[in-house]
């Protein structure tokens, strides 16, 4: 079997970006299972002691031959890339030839290994300049087992300049936790001085591996989507978490990965932010982990020794259909409705709930609503049936997400004959007026006439009160969305049928149906299976008479 791992020429050497590769714990464990990875490795096991400053890393992959094990830690060594034009073409993780070479430099370097069909696994130990010191062989299953032990032992000062043992395993236990998230069929099994520390267990999909990591989630709270998009050759994997029933106190939470690794990119994170605005409540942020994959030519990786730092090509492009995925995945469509009940809000007052509800339709009358208006509550809720149970839906803010969008989407001011007279305004609020937009001047002493309005208030008889909440501050955002709700149907209108519907195919119809401007619920399920368990109509008829 020849060896795989070749040294790099002097010209590819030169057009990679030098800088340090290993710096922590958490890069010795993200380079080595990076290298496990692109060995296509299904398991990995990671054994960590802190205080030894001592990382082992084994894996079921393709394991390395004697001839790839004597290159394996030479500087620059490695079997992913042999030219300038690879760096265009690349679909490993790793692709450096640096980290192993690093490790040797750093630490007390070992690798035992032994390829798939091979008869025989080596033990290699390397001196600091990444040659063989010792080799021998041994009996090992197929895959790969690197140990580096007293890290940084030569270099004092690095070890003083690190954060503490704890802090230094919480940044391992994300970066292990990253990596996961990007390949959700591999096991990571955790070691910490010896003891089970965490294991991440393989899922069908990232969606279904996230209540792994984030143990407050349910998989209701969570929708997924893949969208093909074939003139780019490429695909986009995005999980979000429902924003009226998933959200964060702190935007650590919103996750970008391309083929394979999570990166770092503010132009991406800001399209997620944007997408969410207005359907969160406030101070809280989204839940989301998007991951793309895409052709390697239109990535430049060799930016950041710790590739987590990218060139993207046509990042418009790609934030663009960002939004778009996000607006589909938070749409409420008749052919996909998986909906869960608001455990966390009503308790024990609605027990019938379930938290895993799945409505497939099979309708084929094309434009007819899924949600049909069955009764009003109150005057204020909505009772609509569909093929899966029924729901309730608040009438006020299910209209007021309505108009936000069209206010949004055709914000206009008009000029009105006669001027709305205001009296005793602050300078801030005179200036509030005027920030978005309104024609406002001086009408005599403490009174001030505003001659052009928001269309959507022009026909109503409390306009005067209306400009003086939109006086109070804010954005245009924060105005639009004041207007919104001035403009809502308010609780306690009585509705006829016809009414309801309407607004109900009006809101089904919303980019955002799930929650109003403020972040709040609209609606609230109820599975007829559910139903169906509350009344025990599962129960044998003998039986539930005592029988």
């Given at each position: 079997m020849t060896s795989t791992i070749q040294t790099l020429p002097t010209e590819v050497v030169y057009l990679i970006t030098a800088g340090e590769v290993i710096d922590s714990f958490a890069a010795v464990v993200r380079e080595l299972i990076e290298n496990s990875l692109d060995a296509g490795a299904t398991r990995v096991v990671i054994s960590i002691w802190p205080q030894l400053w001592k990382v082992r890393v084994a894996d079921n992959g393709?394991?390395?031959?004697?001839?790839d094990l004597?290159?394996?830690?030479t500087a620059h060594s490695t079997s992913k890339i042999h030219s300038g034009d690879d760096l265009w073409k690349i679909t490993s993780l790793g692709f450096r030839g640096e980290a192993l070479h690093s490790l040797a430099t750093l630490a007390e370097l070992e690798i035992l290994s032994r390829p798939m069909g091979g008869n025989e696994g080596w033990q290699v130990v390397y001196n600091q300049d990444g040659e063989i010191l010792e080799k021998r062989v041994i009996a090992i299953a197929p895959g790969t087992v690197v140990t580096v032990?007293?890290?940084?032992?030569?270099y004092p000062a690095r070890r003083q300049g690190l954060p503490n043992s704890n802090q230094q395993m919480k940044t391992v236990q994300t970066v292990i936790q990253n990596i996961a998230l990007c390949h959700p069929h591999v096991t990571f099994q955790i070691l910490q001085n010896d003891k089970q520390w965490f294991t991440i267990c393989p899922a069908a999909s990232v969606g279904k591996l996230i209540p792994q990591i984030l143990n407050q989630i349910k998989p209701g709270d969570l929708k997924e989507l893949e969208l093909e998009i074939p003139e780019q050759k490429s695909k986009i994997n995005l999980v979000i978490g429902l924003p009226d029933?998933?959200?964060?106190?702190?935007?650590d939470w919103i996750k970008i990965a391309i083929n394979g690794r999570i990166i770092k990119s503010p132009e991406l994170e800001q399209t997620i932010f944007a997408?969410?605005?207005?359907t969160l409540p406030r101070d809280r942020y989204p839940v989301c982990l998007l991951h793309l994959?895409?052709?390697p030519d239109q990535i430049n990786w060799n930016r950041n020794p710790s590739k987590t730092e990218i060139y993207l090509n046509q990042i418009e492009y790609w934030q663009e259909k960002i939004t778009e995925s996000i607006n589909q995945a938070i749409r409420i469509s008749e052919a996909n409705l998986k909906e869960s009940i608001h455990t966390s809000r009503v308790g024990n007052l609605l027990k019938v709930a379930e938290s895993k509800a799945s409505y497939n339709f099979n309708n084929n009358q094309k434009n007819q609503s899924y949600l049909k208006a069955v009764a009003q509550v109150s005057n204020m809720y909505i009772v609509a049936e569909h093929p899966g149970g029924i729901w309730l839906v608040e009438q006020h803010i299910a209209h007021e997400r309505v108009l936000y969008e069209k206010i949004s989407d055709n914000w206009e001011i008009v000029t009105i004959e006669s001027p709305i007279i205001l009296y005793q305004l602050s300078s801030k609020q005179v200036e509030q007026l005027q920030r978005i937009n309104l024609d406002i001047e001086p009408f005599g002493e403490k009174l001030w006439a505003v001659r052009s309005i928001p269309l959507m208030l022009q026909t109503r008889e409390d306009i005067a009160e209306a400009l003086l909440e939109l006086s109070l501050g804010g954005d245009l955002q924060t105005a639009q969305v004041a207007v919104a709700c001035r403009s809502a149907i308010k609780n306690g209108t009585p509705m006829n049928l016809s009414e309801m519907q309407q607004l109900l195919n009006d809101w089904q119809n919303t980019k955002n149906p799930r929650t109003c401007p403020h972040g709040r619920p609209i609606y609230l399920s109820l599975e007829e299976s559910s139903l169906s368990k509350f009344f025990r109509r599962h129960w044998v008829v003998g039986k539930s008479h005592g029988i």
């Open positions: 393709w394991g390395m031959n004697l001839d004597q290159q394996a830690a032990n007293n890290l940084f032992a030569n029933r998933c959200h964060r106190h702190k935007p997408a969410f605005h207005k994959s895409i052709s």
